[in-house]
């Protein structure tokens, strides 16, 4: 086990367009419901413990070795709005990129073949975490992270929110992150038993709505 791949593969700088995305937070900025580092934790914590568990899960799912062309389709069962689904197979395709790129293996390049415009992103980092040689934990944690760093980096730059206030959100959601990568990873591990339903389905349905709606703004700082 690589376990020093886990800081490359959720380093921020990892060349996978995630800085593009505001994870929901541009709107729920316009909107008024993330005002404050206090607003942007209770928006972090809601999104980790529903989109981020799903995620999460499906990632670990896909490190442990289960069919990726499978969980893909659990993805989009799991997606409900068109915009989202778009966004997740637009980041898998660059998460693809990065990855054969940095970890190259039959594993990926099946994958990449199977699905040219992109499979899921999670499903796409799973895989990516696995040809790492990394373990199902790992891939939960680092999708689980992705899920509250990427809104909170978004919001510095969406409110001018300090960016001091913004990194102590992160660390005061680390208990939840903790829950969150543990559930996900023990879901993925049922799947032998269970099927692909004992992956979690959590819904957000305001995320749902108001990232449909943002992907017809005619003018926006981020991409989802």
């Not at 929110?161 to 992150?177: G, Q």
């Not at 992956?199 to 108001?210: E, K, R, V």
Request: hydrophobic share 50%; aromatic share 4%; with cysteine.
């Amino acid at each position: 086990m690589n376990r020093a791949a886990l800081f490359v593969l959720a380093d921020g700088r990892f060349p996978a367009g995630g800085h593009a995305h505001s994870g929901g937070a541009e709107p729920a900025v316009a909107a008024g419901r993330i005002k404050d580092a206090d607003s942007l934790l209770e928006f972090c914590r809601g999104r980790l413990h529903t989109a981020g568990l799903v995620a999460a899960a499906l990632a670990a799912a896909a490190a442990s070795g289960h069919d990726p062309l499978t969980l893909d389709e659990a993805a989009d069962a799991r997606t409900p709005v068109q915009a989202l689904r778009t966004t997740a197979r637009k980041l898998g395709r660059q998460m693809m990129r990065a990855a054969r790129a940095t970890w190259p293996s039959a594993e990926l390049n099946a994958l990449a073949a199977a699905r040219p415009q992109g499979a899921h992103q999670p499903v796409v980092l799973g895989l990516a975490a696995r040809s790492a040689g990394l373990v199902p934990l790992d891939a939960a944690y680092a999708v689980a992270y992705e899920a509250i760093s990427g809104p909170a980096t978004a919001t510095v730059r969406l409110l001018s929110l300090d960016p001091f206030d913004a990194t102590a959100v992160l660390a005061r959601l680390a208990p939840d992150l903790d829950r969150c990568a543990a559930a996900a990873t023990a879901a993925a591990a049922r799947i032998t038993e269970e099927g692909l339903d004992a992956l979690p389905a959590a819904s957000a349905p305001l995320l749902d709505i108001t990232a449909q709606q943002h992907a017809a703004w005619p003018m926006r700082l981020f991409a989802s």
